[in-house]
């Protein structure tokens, strides 16, 4: 079964450089997140997305800014990177049923080392 | 406020013993969906569980057991007989129907560490 595509999967950037994390979501799904968690972190939540919408935000930094475009694909885009943003970044889709949605599918991950 | 909360840092057994990790929520919602994952240490989230909050039943599925109290606020997972390959940080998190974008509130994770 197809699964969220992350791309890429490792990406090592300088201090103050542009970087660019792109998800393929699972077909058919409406809604996208996206998670980013630091070194023995648990995930946190940063934006997500329905029917090409932002839908909620929440601890994203005013330097990350996100899209979903037509095909449903998602971008978060990080500028004036810093040490701290080196983490794991989580896609992840879901389908919006009525009141609610299916469980999220999580794509394997971005890893970015700022240094 | 929601919160999920996951107390047990890091669990060590040995293989073929039972473990339980628990979970404890907070939520002022009346609907809300609490959930399971695994992360190997390969680094993707794996899906284990959705609950819903009407639906306490009780799930077994293989080795792994989940057991849902809303009187305590607990979503628990047991794993029996556990293996090697169960060595994982293991997420709970919870989704409230009422934040109109289920986004999810994870735990702090629990670390297990399943001994040959």
């Known amino acids: 079964a197809a699964g969220v595509i992350q791309s890429p999967r490792h990406l090592i950037k300088e201090k103050r450089e542009t970087a660019t994390l792109k998800c393929y979501p699972i077909?058919?799904?409406?809604?996208v997140y996206w998670y980013q968690q630091g070194p023995g972190q648990d995930p946190q939540f940063l934006i997500s997305?329905?029917?090409?919408?932002?839908?909620d935000k929440g601890s994203i930094p005013d330097r990350f800014s996100a899209q979903q475009f037509s095909d449903y694909h998602s971008e978060l885009n990080m500028s004036s990177l810093e040490l701290g943003d080196s983490a794991l970044y989580f896609c992840?889709?879901?389908?919006?049923?009525?009141?609610?949605?299916?469980?999220?599918?999580f794509g394997q991950g971005t890893r970015l080392t700022v240094v | 406020a929601q919160k999920v909360t996951q107390a047990q840092t890091e669990i060590s057994v040995v293989e073929k013993e039972d473990v339980t990790l628990d979970c404890v929520y907070e939520?002022?919602?009346?609907?809300?969906?609490l959930f399971w994952y695994k992360q190997p240490p390969s680094g993707e989230l794996v899906f284990l569980i959705r609950?819903?909050?009407?639906?306490?039943q009780n799930e077994i599925s293989g080795r792994y057991s989940w057991n849902f109290q809303k009187s305590t606020s607990s979503f628990n997972f047991t794993i029996t007989a556990s293996q090697v390959v169960d060595s994982a940080v293991y997420f709970c998190?919870?989704?409230?129907?009422?934040?109109?974008?289920?986004?999810?509130?994870f735990g702090t994770g629990t670390r297990l560490k399943v001994l040959a």
């Open positions: 077909p058919r799904h409406d809604t």
């Open positions: 998190a919870l989704s409230e129907a009422t934040s109109g974008t289920y986004k999810y509130i």
């Open positions: 992840a889709s879901s389908q919006r049923t009525g009141a609610a949605d299916t469980e999220a599918f």
């Open positions: 997305f329905y029917e090409k919408m932002q839908s």
């Open positions: 939520t002022r919602d009346t609907t809300y969906y």
């Open positions: 609950r819903n909050s009407f639906d306490e």
